[in-house]
C-alpha cells in the first residue's frame, strides 16, 4: 500500500485511530486528519490534526484519498460515506495495518472465545520463547505493532464482523473460526450479512495455509485446508473427553485443575492447539501453555464459594451463545443470572437447557420484561432491576450445591459502560452481600 503524498481521513478518535494516523504518517502520507462525529470527542496525541464533531459537509470538503475505518464505525452510513465522495476507497485499521506489519499473523474469530483464544496463544507463543502479542480486537491495534522498530514475530490477531467488513488484501497464515450464533443484530439487518462478514477471514488464504474450524460449523467454498475440533464430537483432528484432548483415541494432555477445564475453553484450547502445531511448535510447549494460562478476567471466573455455593462471573457473555456455552458446561443446579441491552435476538433457543439445568432465573435491565417472559414457562423465573438486586435475590434462592452463574447473555450498555464495568459490579455485589 503506497501511501507517500496521500490525503488521508481516519475516522475515530480511539485507540485503533490514532494508531493508524500515526501509521499513515510515518509511511508518507501528505496530509493525515482524524475525524469524529461525537462534538465531545477527544484525541489524546495533540500532535494529530483532529476534528471533533464533524458533519458530512466537513467530510465532502476534506477530498480525501484514502479513507481509514475504525472498527466501531460503520462504512455504509452517510456519514462514512461523505469522506468518500471524491472516489476515496474505505480501508481498515486491520487492512491498514496488515499492510506493514512484516511478522506472521494468527486471527482468531467466532461469536464468542475469540479473546480467550488469542489470550491463550500468545502465552503458549511467548512461553515457548517467542516474541508474541494478541492485537485487534483485544490487546494492540494492528498499526501499533507496525510502528514498532523491532516487529513481533508473531500478531495474534482477534478479528471482529466489523474489521472484516474493510478488508482488502488481509490474508492471515493460519485463521481460527471457533463457532457462530446470532449476535449484532442491532447492526445487521440478517443472519447472513453478520455470517458472511466473519467469513471473509478466510477470503484471500491460499490453499498451502491452515483454516482451524469448530465440526459442524458448515463454511462454504473454504480454500485453505482445514483442520477441525469440538467438545462434542469426535469427527475432528481433536476431540475432548473425560477432561482430556484427545487426538483419535489417544489422550494429549488432561485439562483437569486448569482455568480451560470447562467444554467451551477446552474447544478454545484445541483450536489453539492445532495453530500453535501449524506454526512449528512441539506439543509439549503448547500443553506447558495450556497448563499454565489464566484467562482476561470476567469470563466464568470464580468470585467465591462459601456454604457449598459456587459464585461465577461470566460478564463478557454479551449473546445468547455464550450464555448457552457456559449453561452447557456447569455440572451442578444453575442459579442463571441474565440480562442488559436489548440487541433484538430471541432467547426461546435456550429454554431447553434452562429447563433441564436452572432451578431459577433471575433478570434484570432493560430485556428484564422479555427474559421474564421466555424463561418463566420453564424456570422459576424473579425479574429485578439491577445487577445488586439479583446478586440478593440469588443469595435468597441458592442452596448447597448450586452454582450461581452470572451469564447476562447480552450487551451492558443499559446500564454500564461495557462488560468490564458490569463485572466488577457483580463481584462486589457477591462480596458485599457474602461479607468477604
Given at each position: 500500500m503506497n501511501l507517500t503524498g496521500k490525503k488521508i481521513a481516519v475516522l475515530g478518535c480511539g485507540r485503533s485511530g490514532v494508531a493508524a494516523a500515526r501509521l499513515a504518517l510515518a509511511k508518507g502520507a501528505a496530509e493525515v486528519c482524524i475525524f469524529d462525529s461525537n462534538p465531545q470527542a477527544t484525541c489524546n496525541d495533540s500532535s494529530l490534526n483532529f476534528v471533533p464533531g464533524a458533519d458530512e459537509q466537513q467530510a465532502r470538503d476534506f477530498a480525501a484519498d484514502i479513507v481509514i475505518l475504525s472498527p466501531g464505525i460503520e462504512a455504509d452510513i452517510p456519514w462514512t460515506l461523505a469522506f468518500t465522495c471524491a472516489g476515496a476507497p474505505i480501508v481498515g485499521e486491520i487492512e491498514l495495518g496488515y499492510h506493514f506489519y512484516k511478522g506472521r499473523t494468527i486471527a482468531i474469530t467466532g461469536t464468542n472465545g475469540k479473546t480467550t483464544t488469542t489470550a491463550l496463544l500468545e502465552h503458549i507463543l511467548q512461553q515457548a520463547g517467542h516474541s508474541a502479542v494478541a492485537c485487534g480486537n483485544y490487546g494492540y491495534p494492528l498499526c501499533e505493532l507496525a510502528l514498532q522498530p523491532e516487529q513481533p514475530e508473531f500478531a495474534v490477531l482477534e478479528v471482529s464482523s466489523f474489521q472484516m467488513e474493510t478488508i482488502h488484501d488481509f490474508r492471515p497464515e493460519v485463521a481460527i473460526w471457533l463457532n457462530f450464533a446470532p449476535d449484532h443484530m442491532d447492526r445487521y439487518t440478517k443472519v447472513e450479512d453478520y455470517f458472511n462478514a466473519?467469513?471473509?477471514?478466510?477470503?484471500?488464504?491460499?490453499?498451502d495455509q491452515l483454516a482451524i474450524v469448530r465440526v459442524g460449523e458448515n463454511l462454504p467454498g473454504l480454500t485453505p485446508r482445514i483442520a477441525e475440533f469440538s467438545s462434542v464430537s469426535d469427527s475432528g483432528q481433536l476431540s475432548y473427553k473425560n477432561g482430556s484432548i484427545m487426538e483419535g483415541s489417544r489422550a494429549l494432555t488432561s485439562l483437569r485443575g486448569t482455568t480451560l477445564e470447562q467444554a467451551?475453553?477446552?474447544?478454545?484450547?484445541?483450536?489453539?492447539?492445532?495453530?500453535?502445531?501449524?506454526?512449528?511448535l512441539r506439543d509439549d510447549e503448547i500443553f506447558a501453555g495450556l497448563h499454565s494460562f489464566c484467562p482476561p478476567g470476567h469470563r466464568c471466573e470464580t468470585v467465591a464459594?462459601?456454604?457449598?455455593?459456587?459464585?461465577?462471573?461470566?460478564?463478557?457473555?454479551?449473546?445468547?451463545?455464550?450464555?448457552?456455552?457456559?449453561?452447557?458446561?456447569?455440572?451442578?443446579?444453575?442459579?442463571?443470572?441474565?440480562?442488559?441491552?436489548?440487541?433484538?435476538?430471541?432467547?426461546?433457543?435456550?429454554?431447553?437447557?434452562?429447563?433441564?439445568?436452572?432451578?431459577?432465573?433471575?433478570?434484570?435491565?432493560?430485556?428484564?420484561?422479555?427474559l421474564c417472559e421466555t424463561f418463566s414457562p420453564v424456570c422459576k423465573t424473579i425479574k429485578v432491576t439491577t445487577v445488586e438486586e439479583a446478586v440478593t435475590a440469588a443469595?435468597?434462592?441458592?442452596?448447597?450445591?448450586?452454582?450461581?452463574?452470572?451469564?447476562?447473555?447480552?450487551?451492558?450498555?443499559?446500564?454500564?459502560?461495557?462488560?468490564?464495568?458490569?463485572?466488577?459490579?457483580?463481584?462486589?455485589a457477591v462480596r458485599q452481600a457474602l461479607n468477604l
Open positions: 466473519k467469513l471473509r477471514v478466510f477470503e484471500n488464504m491460499s490453499a467451551h475453553n477446552a474447544e478454545n484450547a484445541m483450536a489453539a492447539t492445532l495453530a500453535c502445531r501449524a506454526v512449528g464459594e462459601i456454604d457449598g455455593v459456587l459464585w461465577l462471573n461470566d460478564s463478557k457473555s454479551t449473546n445468547l451463545h455464550s450464555t448457552e456455552a457456559a449453561v452447557r458446561s456447569q455440572t451442578r443446579p444453575i442459579i442463571l443470572l441474565a440480562g442488559g441491552k436489548d440487541k433484538g435476538l430471541d432467547y426461546t433457543a435456550i429454554n431447553p437447557m434452562l429447563a433441564e439445568k436452572a432451578r431459577c432465573c433471575i433478570v434484570f435491565g432493560q430485556i428484564a420484561e422479555q443469595l435468597g434462592e441458592a442452596e448447597r450445591g448450586d452454582v450461581v452463574l452470572f451469564s447476562p447473555g447480552t450487551s451492558s450498555f443499559d446500564q454500564f459502560t461495557g462488560y468490564v464495568q458490569r463485572g466488577e459490579c457483580f463481584r462486589r
